[in-house]
């Protein structure tokens, strides 16, 4: 890949970012398709998100990723949000334009599509969403839109629940969503549901847990999906699939939210399914070096 005077340049922006495997997905995307664009990291600290979306603009950077911890802090130094981004109520891709950045989010569109590669479907049916923060605001609302039959949100905090079920409650203008705690998923009476596991429990480096531990809780899923990719199969998905629900772990989401932010970039550009394979294959392999 050659860099020259009129590369793009695009990058993540996070705290901590060493270990994003997202450099590696757009950089192969580039040298695939011959699209004269580079990719970079950037270690943005807690304070200094406002100095970092000013200095990228003026550095004429074409379109940022945001990651942990700056998703919604980013927000107030945007010139712009999507309809999405904002009703989700956080950001994860900066698209250029003359008067600064317009935020968009790509997460829920990236989780669609991965639930659909899948084979999994969300339209009639009913969903528990576990987990009630970032990741669980953009999933809440693909499900809603999607036309979930209903959505249960368990997390442990219930309070936060309860409060990301209203807001979207509001923002569809039905009582689709309730919000829960983890302990009261024996009150869901709903059979052949879609699960989706927003929270931290399971991800490496951490213990291998489930958020919900009862076997009798993966008898009502025939669809589980973890937004976690590190473990590939976490133990959520391990008790969902031995109870015969079919899974799907987040590597899915992180390439699909990619390709979105990547065609936001790009405009025009298409990553056909050959090149997103490919890329699918790169990702797959580091990861399970770093398992080894
Ligand atoms: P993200 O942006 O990745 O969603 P987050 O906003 O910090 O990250 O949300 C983390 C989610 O994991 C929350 O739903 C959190 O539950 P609380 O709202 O009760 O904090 C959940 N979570 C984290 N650690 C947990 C644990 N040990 N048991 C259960 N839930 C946990």
């Known amino acids: 890949m050659m860099i020259n005077g009129t590369s793009k340049v695009c990058g993540v922006m996070g705290c901590p970012v060493e270990h994003s495997i997202s450099p590696m997905m757009h950089n192969y995307y580039s040298e695939q398709i011959g699209n004269d664009m580079i990719y970079v990291p950037f270690l943005v600290q807690k ?19 945001v990651t ?3 998703k919604q802090a980013v927000m107030e130094y945007l010139c712009e949000l999507d309809e999405g981004a904002r009703a989700i109520g956080a950001v994860n891709t900066l698209v250029r334009t003359p008067k600064g950045y317009k935020g968009y989010n790509t997460d829920g569109e990236g989780l669609l599509r991965a639930i659909k590669e899948a084979g999994m479907d969300i339209s009639g049916r009913a ?10 605001k953009a999933a809440a609302y693909v499900l ?19 409060a990301l079920a209203e807001e979207m409650n509001r923002l569809f203008g039905r009582s689709v969503c309730l919000g829960l705690s983890l302990s009261d ?15 931290s429990v399971g991800m490496y480096p951490g213990p291998a847990q489930a958020p919900v531990e009862e076997p009798a809780f993966y008898q009502k899923l025939d ?5 976690i990719y590190t473990p590939m199969e976490t133990r959520f998905l391990k008790l969902a699939k031995e109870a015969g629900a079919k899974t799907a772990n987040g590597l899915g989401m992180l390439i699909y939210q990619g390709v979105a932010a990547y065609e936001l970039w790009n405009p025009g550009v298409k990553l056909s ?3 997103i394979a490919g890329a699918r294959e790169l990702m797959l392999r580091h990861l399970e070096g770093q398992a080894r």
């Not at 304070?47 to 990723?65: D, S, T, Y």
């Open 68 to 70: 942990v911890p700056h």
């Open 273 to 275: 399914d050959e090149v």
């Open 185 to 199: 998923w024996g009150s869901i009476r709903e059979d052949h549901c879609l699960a989706v596991q927003t929270t």
């Open 223 to 227: 669809m589980a999906f973890d937004a």
């Open 127 to 136: 969903c528990i969403l576990l987990g009630a923060g970032g990741a669980a």
């Open 144 to 162: 809603c839109r999607e036309q979930a039959s209903r959505v249960y949100i368990l997390n442990r905090s219930p309070e936060k629940a309860q």
């Open 47 to 65: 304070n200094a998100v406002g100095e970092a979306v000013k200095g990228a603009f003026a550095l004429h950077v074409q379109g940022i990723n």
